[in-house]
């Protein structure tokens, strides 16, 4: 579900031309109609089985498997490519997923949700989602936003490719001044801007960073 690719190349770092990361012209997913979330209860052992299927997930390296226990508590697994899985557009739109707990690995990089996965948990309905890695010796890292109600009604693309320019812009200085590697901004960058864009939202995607063992 993640679009995995270098925020910062070396070719082209200092191209005027050069697109700030997120600003995603066209997309995988297009942004949510205003009020399509919902926050249903999905099954109680639902966290136990994500939390299992997570740490099955994280060491895989070649390609992303996604995870979802929807409201009656089927379990859904899918299957992706190195950087992407696919959820079409009927699927968002179905209203299967609404207050699904999902998790997928970020196999390539390891990174946090690119923006393709916050317009996949927004249009869906997501009750949470979730990405996770394992950043060597079983040392593995989750993100996850847990979002409110009035998430779905936000407009977000907007705030996502402003959030997203601003982080760039700063990295870039960094970058020119010394104090940042490229790889650095790279991996941090799509961390700072949810925690900038919640922190906008008055944080109701209560985004968070954890650690855990596979």
């Given amino acids: 579900m993640g679009l995995l690719e270098r925020i910062f190349g070396d070719a082209d ?115 949470e989602m979730h990405a996770v890695a394992d950043l060597g010796g079983g040392n593995c890292v989750r993100y996850s936003i847990k979002p409110e109600a009035s998430f779905f009604r936000q407009t977000i693309r907007q705030q996502i490719e402003d959030e997203s320019a601003s982080v760039f812009r700063e990295n870039k200085k960094k970058i020119k001044a010394g104090t940042m590697t490229v790889d650095e901004a790279d991996r941090a960058h799509y961390d700072m801007v949810w925690r900038r864009l919640d922190k906008a939202l008055d944080g109701i995607m209560h985004y968070k960073v954890e650690a855990f063992n596979a």
């Fill in 13 to 127: 770092l200092f191209n005027p031309n050069h697109e700030p990361p997120g600003s995603d012209k066209g997309g995988q997913f297009a942004p949510a109609r205003e009020g399509s979330g919902s926050q249903a209860p999905v099954a109680s052992d639902a966290q136990a089985k994500i939390g299992q299927r997570e740490r099955e997930i994280a060491a895989i390296k070649d390609h992303e498997v996604l995870y979802a226990v929807l409201r009656n508590g089927q379990e859904v697994k899918v299957d992706g490519t190195s950087n992407r899985v696919n959820l079409s557009m009927n699927e968002m739109d179905s209203g299967k997923w609404r207050g699904a707990v999902v998790t997928h690995n970020h196999p390539v990089t390891g990174n946090s949700f690119t923006p393709e996965d916050i317009y996949a948990t927004h249009r869906g309905g997501f009750g």
